[in-house]
């Protein structure tokens, strides 16, 4: 069973460039499942650069929007980024107990709590300044 079930109502946002980039979230966290020693490494390590990138656009949108929430955003951004760094970091000390329960029992409630607060206020706050 994956690790983040992809619901299209939950999921989508219905503005393209993040709703792929949400899926690409979804199915870099879920690729993780099956992983061990150096390909989980590998692949969470390529999750967190995915993460970073996204991260930044994210920031790019809420500035070029005066996104009112942007301190709160960038602030829960900062803490996950944090999380994974640190869990990346014991992956490449070959630790993996910790990094699997971040990656199970963590990462996808975070991501689903995010996206249905914050990144959907985002995308609502982004579609009143286009009306």
Known sequence: MPLILFNQEQHL?????????????????????????????????????HTIDHFEREDQLMQACSFPQIAEHREEHRKVLAEMQRFCGQLKQGKSMF??????????????????TMDSALVWHLEQRAN
């Open 13 to 49: 946002l219905g503005m393209s460039e993040m709703d792929n980039t949400h899926l690409d979230f979804i199915q870099q966290v879920n690729a993780l499942e099956n992983k061990k020693g150096d390909a989980l490494c590998q692949c969470f390590a390529e999750l967190l650069q």
């Open 99 to 116: 990094a699997r329960a971040f990656i199970r029992e963590r990462l996808p409630g975070w991501f689903d709590l995010h996206l249905s």
